[in-house]
């Protein structure tokens, strides 16, 4: 299935579509997979190089990597939660510095519950870890990260 991570144009109606079909496999009980698109997600989920596994499910946790109708801004995202508040949850691109979505609990399409890289699942590895551990950061040090990642893109992914 095509991807996304944060969709380019992800408010098309392409990518409707392709979250209502992502949502209707999961209502029938399937695990959706696809190859996430985009760098938001860098260096946790590599376009180009990574498979998840997208299963619904009514827990959602801060750190959890979930696909998102948001609100504010409008689209669906493939991103980390960051904030658990009664009305919404706030989502963010690991590689993000400011952006963050809104998005209502209902909207929360599915959780990623694997991913694979080269065919070798890397979820629970020691790298993974440490990047969620990474983004709990206070803003300073999490800058600093994710400038550096961004370099490291910029002159290794042209």
Not at 94 to 103: A, W
Not at 106 to 121: F, M, P, S
Not at 140 to 151: A, D, E, N
Request: proline content about 5%; glycine content about 6%.
């Amino acid at each position: 299935m095509a991807g996304a991570d944060s969709m380019e144009n992800n408010n098309s109606s392409t990518a409707l579509a392709w979250l209502e079909e992502v949502r209707g496999h999961l209502s029938e009980g399937h695990v959706v997979e696809f190859s996430p698109k985009g760098h938001s997600m860098w260096p946790t989920l590599r376009p180009d190089c990574d498979t998840v596994s997208l299963e619904a499910t009514g827990e959602y946790r801060l750190n959890d990597l979930v696909l998102a109708l948001c609100d504010e801004p409008r689209g669906v995202f493939l991103h980390r939660i960051i904030r658990v508040r009664p009305d919404e949850v706030l989502l963010a691109g690991d590689s993000n510095l400011c952006q963050t979505e809104r998005c209502r609990h209902e909207n929360i399409v599915g959780k990623i519950t694997a991913i694979r890289r080269n065919g070798r699942d890397v979820s629970a590895s020691f790298t993974n870890r440490i990047l969620t551990l990474l983004q709990n950061l206070p803003p300073l040090p999490r800058r600093m990260f994710v400038r550096t990642v961004r370099l490291y893109l910029k002159y290794h992914h042209q």
